[in-house]
């Protein structure tokens, strides 16, 4: 009697290593984002396939229960968006639960589903990251470009990654900002197609804790938001002003009265004067003469009055 054979097909392993690093990402926000900052929130959990979601948190939340939910969703990186006034939006990435963290303001935002981004890449594939040579020159570089490292590279052997290399992640930095780029490689020529998304990050400040702590390094550039709209509008006053006083200016200009000259000489040279009149030229108007006529007709008005009265 032979042993019945197992028909079912043998299970294809792709990856036959160990997954060691297991790095899980927790990536959410605050309620009152807009919608672009929720595509952009999923276009990093797409781009990441070891990152995981949760429900928005509450504004009245401190930041200190973001800890507690990335414990319990079993994650030790966070990316923490949080919104603030409808119009301002600050991202935390933090090493829970011991830290470091850092905030930032996030700028000019672009996600994947925009027109201008044409490339397109292998979802969960493993990307490359490229920096800047200035992060190895300044100790907060450094410790920022070690916390990106840890959080946007995918772990090898990770179960949802797939193995291929096909975009690269770029951090470069430019005007006291981060700018963040995402870029298809090209298998033909290996040229570089940007896929999305797109964002610039201004750094704040560095905590030794996680979302809290003291303050590694704060940035002497960073200018808030509340402080640009206030130095725009203080401009626009002040022209305003101007505007205003220029046209005072020239009301009182106008109004004013011009000034009088000393009497010319000259003034009376060409008056020349009146000729002498006739005495016996009547300067009145006569008064106007009735005519014989009416003068008859009213003597005879009077005297047929009188002889009805019995004056006559």
Not at 50 to 59: N, Q, Y
Not at 65 to 72: G, S
Not at 166 to 186: G, K, P
Request: charged fraction near 30%; glycine fraction near 4%.
């Amino acid at each position: 009697h032979k042993p019945r054979e197992n028909r079912r097909p043998p299970h294809r392993i792709y990856t036959r290593g160990k997954w060691t690093n297991k790095e899980r990402v927790l990536v959410f926000s605050s309620r009152g984002i807009s919608f672009r900052t929720r595509h952009l929130m999923m276009d990093l959990r797409t781009m990441m396939p070891h990152s995981k979601a949760d429900t928005k948190m509450d504004r009245k939340d401190k930041l200190f229960v973001v800890n507690e939910v990335c414990e319990i969703k079993n994650c030790n990186k966070c990316i923490f968006f949080e919104a603030k006034k409808k119009q301002d939006l600050y991202m935390w990435i933090s090493n829970v639960p011991h830290g470091p963290s850092a905030k930032f303001l996030v700028q000019n935002v672009h996600t994947l589903a925009e027109l201008k981004m044409t490339g397109n890449c292998l979802k969960g594939s493993r990307p490359l990251l490229s920096f800047d040579p200035k992060f190895d020159k300044e100790p907060h570089y450094a410790l920022l470009k070690e916390l990106f490292t840890q959080i946007f590279s995918t772990p090898r052997y990770h179960p949802k990654s797939q193995p291929f290399v096909d975009h690269v992640l770029s951090f470069t930095i430019a005007e006291h900002r981060i700018w963040f780029r995402n870029y298809q490689i090209i298998e033909e020529d290996a040229s570089l197609v940007e896929i999305g998304p797109r964002f610039v990050l201004n750094l704040i400040k560095v905590f030794q804790g996680s979302f809290g702590g003291p303050t590694l390094y704060e940035n002497p550039h960073f200018q808030s938001p509340n402080m640009h709209r206030r130095v725009i509008r203080q401009a626009t006053a002040a022209r305003q002003k101007q505007r205003q006083t220029v046209k005072q200016i020239l009301k009182e200009k106008r109004s004013e009265e011009k000034e009088v000259l000393a009497r010319d000489v000259t003034d009376d040279v060409f008056s020349t004067p009146a000729e002498p009149r006739d005495p016996a030229v009547q300067l009145q108007p006569p008064e106007p003469q009735r005519s014989k006529k009416k003068l008859r007709l009213t003597e005879l008005k009077k005297r047929t009055q009188m002889k009805r009265t019995g004056r006559r």
